[in-house]
């Protein structure tokens, strides 16, 4: 596995781990639809979805799954043979059975007290998956098992349960908005420079100028304060 792709699906485990409870083995409930994916990609679920956690997974299905499977016949036989070959998890539905995306999603309640994974390629429950604070989604992008990043939900609850405890503070806010930046590829916004103030002019600057003499009055006053100049003229009036 990448190394890029191995830092995502550690980061969005560890999310769930610290502010959810997700501990190993962790419990992923399988249908058809990812089962016949996995099919048509000829990716064995059983041992791609373990290397891709690297972890102990269980991987588990349901008796609504099973039944809808076997229901829609030939055009999903592959995806039958598949999805049994997982063990079954209790899911309250064997009076009346249900489809399979509304099984899944029953058993995950309002906020996923269980702390399933769901592994689905069915877009309308990927959707009411995305809805649930809690609720990890995995699915197969072409042959490649990808947890999904946190829900817009989940990240909510999150920050609606800091705000609660303790009141949030400026960093735990900046913490989010980077968490938000890197979940949802936000751009970070950069500080903004300060603004430089004008500086008063320089004090030296400011002394007033002495005056100027006049040239005619300079002349005239080294003219008069000459002594030697005085001497001649003194001896020439005697």
Known sequence: MKVKRQKKVHRHLNFYSTNFGFRQPYQILIDGTICLAALKNK????????????????????QCVIIETEKLGPAVFGAMLIVKQFPIHKCNHSDKPMVGSACLASMLKKNNPQRYIIASQDRELQNLVRKIPGAPLLYLHQKVPTLEKPSP????????RMEKRIGIAPYQEEILKELKRKTFGEPFEQ??????KAKGPNPLSCKKKKPKMDTYECKSNSKMTNPKKLGKAEAASS
Not at 45 to 60: A, H, M, T
């Open 43 to 62: 990716v064995t679920l059983r041992d791609q979805i373990p290397k891709y956690f690297e972890g102990s997974v269980k991987l588990l299905t349901t």
């Open 153 to 160: 939900a989940s990240l909510e609850w999150v920050k609606n």
């Open 191 to 196: 500080p903004r420079p300060k603004k430089r």
